[in-house]
């Protein structure tokens, strides 16, 4: 049930010009009907791996049901320092340069709430993942889009961020593989922007919840290259190459003083991330690596599919790298991001998202997720290509009679 509005004028001004998030929309639309095949969630279709689920029903049942340590299960904190720096060569220390977070957004909040103060800018490259805008605002910082565009394959470039600091810009925000393109970036052009950071004084905050999910290339930690380590705050989780979406547990590593301060804000607002949901992901990191690797390769094989299916309907699409997003262009249908969207709900009862609601520069796009069944992405395509037919068809008249 919605409010009344008589407390509306006692909400916070901030919170309320934020604008609901555009994914959440059609979720509810997509709910209220049967039949749908949803490529709307960020979420893989997997389940959480058997041994990682046991081993959480074995931490309840020898009665694991309490508090932990503010920064997380020290065991776990051990296990992530050993992760990253064998899996992407950057080495922290378990106490004091690693907190354990309700996910990775918790891990995204503390980071922002803990190093924005008011008015300071925030590079954020566009279309970017839903919360950033919304969390850079609540921490009482501006956000400051950096359009990218499919013909430069969604790519951000260290000449852009150069060209768009200012005295107040204080953090760049980098997501790749990125939440909703896909892209990813090359060391090289990574170091290139890292070169940036480092002549304007810039801190980073690297979400790199995707970055097992790295198809055509080897997966590079922003904080490893030279120089970056102590500019950077590294954001990873399980929700995604785990397949963990609802246990919450992401972790923050970095610089100890910037850690000790998202802490500091953690401990007062979450305590700690839920037990279980560390027992699973410490399980995760000890014995379900493999599953991981073949969840990826699962992935991959869907990018191809679909990638495929939007060639043979002619929607042009960007080839991701990474994450499990495709984000075609859908302006031959001359319909809108939502029109597109909500039309294709009605009609033909597919759930994808559309691109505006990952900022303007999302305009003409949607964005399917490909973390679905093989069966279930077959079906979607054979909807959308018959969806697509029927307004392409449509277009070229309007186009001819406007002629
Ligand atoms: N960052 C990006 C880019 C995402 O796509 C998501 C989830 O979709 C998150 C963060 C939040 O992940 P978590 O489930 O770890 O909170």
Known sequence: ?????????????????????????????????RGVISLGVGEPDFVTPWRVREAAIYGLEQGYTMYTANSGLPALRQELARYMAGSFGVSYHPDGEIVVTVGVSEALDLALRALVTPGDEVLVPEPSYVSYLPCIELAGGKPVPLSTGMSNGFRL????????????????????????????????????????????????????????????????????????????????????AFAMTGWRVGYAAGNGDLIGAMTKIHQYTMLCAPITGQMAALEALRSARDEMREMV?????????????????????????????????????????????????????VAVVPGNAFGDSGEGFVRCSYAASVENLTEAFKRIGRFVQRYRKYNKKLNWAGN
């Not at 006692?10 to 934020?18: F, L």
């Not at 107040?168 to 980098?174: P, V």
């Not at 810039?202 to 380590?229: H, K, N, W």
């Not at 950077?232 to 399980?238: D, R």
Request: one cysteine or more; a positive charge.
């Open 157 to 240: 470039t260290a000449d852009q961020v150069e060209k768009a600091v200012t005295p107040r810009t204080k953090l760049l925000i980098l997501c790749y593989p990125n939440n909703p393109t896909g892209a990813v970036l090359s060391r090289r052009e990574l170091q290139a922007i890292a070169e940036v950071c480092a002549a304007r004084d810039l801190l980073v905050i690297a979400d790199e919840i995707y970055i097992q999910l790295s198809y055509t290339q080897e997966p590079v930690c922003f904080a490893s290259l030279p120089g970056m380590r102590d500019r950077t705050v590294v954001l990873q989780g399980f929700s995604k």
């Open 297 to 349: 390769r699962q992935f991959n094989y869907r990018r191809h599919l679909v990638m495929d299916a939007f060639k043979t309907i002619g929607l042009p699409c960007f080839n991701p790298g990474g994450a499990f997003y495709a984000f075609p262009d859908i302006t031959p249908t001359g319909l809108s991001s939502e029109d597109f969207t909500e039309r294709l709900l009605r009609e033909e009862k």
């Open 1 to 33: 049930m919605s409010g009344n509005g008589q407390w509306l004028d006692r909400i916070n001004p901030t919170v309320r010009a934020i604008k609901p998030s555009g994914i959440r929309r059609f979720f509810d639309l997509a709910s209220e009907m």
